[in-house]
């Protein structure tokens, strides 16, 4: 019997994990599957579909506060605070381009557990830093809150936080309480052409570490958006001060030329490209996403190029390097011992098959105590494993 | 006696107490064992002084590896362990137990690297929160979260508490500028966790970590993100006759696109004990004063300075200061940082209280609260994070009369209670420690306690770390553990299926 439940509300999701677990009937628990080809491929014969929990349950712009169920669609919470002269400021990317979906579907809990930050994340921080409060079930099938409705809160364990990044393997996220902020006045961008990768995250981590409180950094070396390559900064805020700032930056980086300024429009559409690794989009080659410290990147990437036949671009200044196997292969061994070298972080497999999928740990393999952790975690939550069984981790 | 139980001390252990001590010192030798009780004083209690215990022995490890022998032999041993930062917590975090080990980790007080192009320091966890800015303050950088006991807390106890400060609206609380940790688990197990990287995949557990109040581990080694100072601030200083207004113009400055670096208000009994203390010139014939100041590129302060300033008129301020120069701004934060000392001068003794509210519901709360005073008999002034909504309702009363200590803290309990029944939350930064442990049922329900629990449960099944703080109710994780699952049953006929 393969079913496909489709709640109207939290008493239903309850229900239905409740079920599960007494059965032992693992579930696969989905928004608009946008993310599916994200992970390793879950095993389940029955799907829990939260789509139809949507809804806005309150926003207070002033309070800078929004509430609302998990199977709303981003687009809609985009749109809803958009209008409102805010955002939410981790600039959720969108990975429909890259693994062949349609683009701008998903939902606000799709978004939180897969932890999807943009360019932004290097000032205002990731998914996981804008949520305030949730409303989930666990894989025992209890409900429970955590977290609240206010910005400011440390009562209890921040479980909100925590299950960001948890891709469903603890808990379903019924309703979220996120923190929106004001959207800056204007963006501009700050061009700089032709740096190599030493010099350019050179450049961008002396802008990071300036006041002028830049929004994005990224480098897009020759070849990947254009024949030259492209270090780029994003300045937001009230138009005089972006003015302001950007002066600031052509005197602390003219050593590295002179910059163009990309306005708002061009300047928006280009870290769209960054924001959902829209220079990878068209191929179908494997696709490594590597989070390691800023400085580290050019190293890194430096050393696959040399052995490998590899494109890669830079985001956050360096510390978020995307790479793509042009030769169809994995090389999981070469990426994970260079990512070591380079000081350690996290490499994951974001493209490939899902017959590699499930052989190769996507994810960055854990040292024993902390693998074990994260068992012991799952097994309060999801005794029976019936959560988006080994979607992170075989057997997790 | 105050009204706050801790559990009844385990009499096996304390039997134990020379055998245990022997241990201990063969793990750290010489004086990182205290025992003595006059030496022991020193630990008795933490900012929260009105509770007070001797523990069984004070342990300050000096390496990573003491640390892990140190628990490891309590775990095997079923000793519970209390860690302790500097001492600042203000709700009882590091209040020893007479059964338990009390862990001091201020000897872990070095800078361990400091790396501007990634922009990141690593310390351990005894340096305090302003040795860091201090480390890095040549170059221009900071770090941002500054708890108002910036000078003396340890960063490991803001880990544990996840610490705010004046500045958190605009640069996040601890738990937004940490990167990374070492941390050792009650087993003994050494473990790390993010690092100079951003994004680390793999359940969070550097956010249950942070605000975890001592329960779940012992931190050794921490990585912060610094920040470049703003190039410049000010401030503007408004006062308000009525306190709807003050809270009405927050409300707009926020509309207004706006996020001061910091928002602070004080009701008329703050700004009055302030004025006398420090002479801030503050204006004393307001129900609210509001300090507004913003930070950043110096053509930007000044432009949000003139919106601020509309705003303010807009709402009927009766007084606007905007400071000059920097002795100036600096004066007019005067006043605001001496609130506390400068109520404990018209009081032997006041509580500081740690509520979150919605900023909307701000006169309601006032208002209550000033009847709420005049049940329990005692007065209250306000010092107020205005944009984040963290209310510090300040007790006044006197240890010396029977009965107010008490008086004062049901007062305290019926803010609080206030503060949850409109939307907001028990605690916006000081930690829930003993002082608000048995309201967190007026927040959270049986089940979601429970969710918390299996947190603890994962980390530290046998409840030795810290335990009698943040959970009135402590259940074994064995009972926790159990499936309560009625087989057989298809109990869900309204589900829409295909």
Not at chain 1, 30 to 40: E, P
Not at chain 1, 168 to 174: F, K, N, R
């Amino acid at each position: 019997m393969d079913a496909t439940f489709k709640p109207r509300d939290t008493r239903q999701v309850e229900d239905a994990v409740k079920w599960a677990a007494a059965e032992d009937q693992p579930l696969e628990v989905v928004g608009h599957g946008s993310k599916r080809k994200l992970g390793r491929p879950v095993q389940a014969a029955h799907v829990l579909d939260l789509s139809g929990l949507t809804g806005i349950e309150s926003y207070e712009p002033a309070e800078l506060v929004l509430t609302v169920k998990a199977g709303t669609a981003i687009a809609e919470v985009e749109k809803l605070v958009g209008d409102n002269g805010q955002e939410l400021s981790f600039e959720p990317m969108d990975y429909g381009p890259l693994l062949g979906e349609e683009p701008g579907r998903g939902t606000v809990g799709g978004v939180l557990a897969a932890n999807l930050s943009g360019p932004r994340r290097i000032k205002a921080g990731a998914a996981r830093d804008h949520v305030l409060g949730m409303e989930a079930v666990s894989g025992r099938g209890e409900i429970f809150n955590s977290g609240g409705k206010v910005v400011k809160n440390v009562t209890g364990y921040d479980l909100p936080r925590a299950l960001c990044g948890s891709f469903g393997t603890l808990a379903v996220a019924t309703t979220v309480t996120l923190k929106v902020n004001p959207k800056p006045e204007t963006s501009a961008t700050f061009l700089l052409d032709g740096l190599e990768e030493a010099d350019a995250i050179k450049a961008l981590c002396l802008a990071m570490g300036s006041s002028a409180e830049v929004s994005g950094a990224a480098h897009l070396p020759g070849g990947i958006d254009g024949e030259a390559g492209k270090t780029v900064l994003r300045l937001e805020g009230f138009e005089t001060s972006v003015d302001y700032r950007f002066k600031t930056l052509e005197k602390l980086l003219a050593q590295f030329g002179a910059p163009a300024r990309l306005a708002e429009e061009e300047s928006g559409k280009l870290w769209r490209n960054i924001r959902d690794v829209l220079p990878f989009a068209s191929s179908e080659t494997p696709v490594w996403r590597v989070s390691v410290a800023p400085a580290s990147g050019p190293m890194l990437v430096e050393r696959l190029k040399a052995a490998l036949d590899m494109r890669a671009f830079f985001d956050w200044s360096g510390g978020l390097v995307w790479l793509s196997c042009d030769d169809g292969e994995l090389h999981e061994a070469e990426i994970r011992a260079a990512l070591q070298d380079a000081g350690g972080g996290h490499a994951t497999l974001v493209r490939a098959d899902p017959s590699v999928r499930s052989t190769v740990p996507v994810f960055q393999p854990q040292p024993a105590p902390l693998a074990a952790l994260s068992r012991r975690l799952k097994e309060q939550f999801d005794p029976k494993g019936i959560l988006n069984a080994g979607r992170m981790v075989a057997g997790v | 006696m105050t009204a706050i139980a801790m559990p009844a001390p385990d009499r096996d252990v304390l039997a134990r107490r020379r055998e245990i001590l022997s241990a201990l010192q063969a793990i750290v030798p010489g004086e990182g064992v205290i025992h003595d009780e006059r030496e022991m004083r020193a630990y008795e209690t933490d900012a929260l002084t009105a509770y007070r215990q001797l523990p069984l022995i004070v342990v300050l490890p000096e390496t990573v590896d003491q640390v892990s022998r140190v628990l490891r032999y309590c775990y095997d041993n079923d000793v519970k362990v209390v860690p302790r930062g500097a001492g600042t917590s203000l709700s009882g975090g590091a209040l020893p137990l007479e059964d338990g080990v009390l862990l001091s980790m201020m000897k872990f007080n070095q800078v361990l690297d400091i790396d501007y192009a990634n922009r990141a320091v690593v310390v351990q966890p005894g340096v305090t929160n302003l040795g860091i800015t201090r480390a890095v303050e040549g170059e221009g950088f900071y770090y941002a979260p500054d708890p108002s006991s910036q000078i003396a807390c340890s960063i490991g106890g803001n880990i544990a508490e996840n610490s705010g400060g004046v500045h958190c609206l605009k640069y996040g609380l601890t738990t937004n500028n940490v990167l990374g940790l070492e941390m050792v688990l009650i087993t003994g197990e050494v473990i790390r966790l993010g690092g100079k990287h951003l994004d680390s995949e793999g359940y969070d557990f550097l956010a249950l970590m942070t605000g975890s109040e001592g329960l779940l581990g012992v931190v050794t080694e921490v990585t912060v993100r610094i920040l470049q100072k703003p190039e410049t601030a000010r401030a503007l200083l408004i006062g308000f006759p009525a306190s709807e207004d003050g809270g009405r113009c927050v409300a707009d400055i926020i509309a207004a696109g706006i996020i001061p670096g910091g928002m602070e208000m004080m009701d008329r009994l703050a700004i009055h004990a302030a004025e006398d203390f420090v002479h801030a010139g503050y204006p004393l014939d307001v129900e609210a004063l509001l300090i507004v100041e913003l930070d950043g590129p110096e053509r930007e302060v000044d432009y949000l300075i003139g919106r601020v300033e509309e705003i303010a008129r807009a709402h009927a301020a009766s007084h606007v200061r905007i400071s000059a120069n920097e002795e100036e701004r600096m004066t007019f934060w005067a006043g605001r940082k001496a609130a506390f000392p400068a109520v404990g001068r018209i009081s032997p003794d006041y509580l500081c209280m740690d509520g979150t509210i919605p900023r909307r519901e701000l006169p309601k709360v006032l208002a209550r609260m000033r009847d709420l005073g005049e049940k329990h008999g005692l007065r209250v002034a306000n010092v107020f994070h205005a944009g984040d909504g963290n209310l510090h309702p300040l007790i006044l009363y006197d240890a010396n009369k029977p009965g107010e200590l008490e008086a004062a803290e049901a007062f305290g309990a019926d803010i609080l209670r206030l503060c949850v029944e409109v939307g907001g939350v028990l605690t916006g930064e000081h930690g829930v420690g003993i002082e608000k442990r048995d309201l967190m049922t007026e927040m959270f329900s049986e089940d979601d306690l429970k969710q918390q629990q299996r947190v603890k449960c994962a980390f530290d099944e046998k409840h030795l770390l810290n335990p009698g703080k943040v959970f009135p109710l402590l259940h074994r994780c064995a009972e926790l553990g159990k499936m309560h699952v009625h087989k057989g049953q298809l109990p869900f006929p309204d589900i829409p299926r295909f």
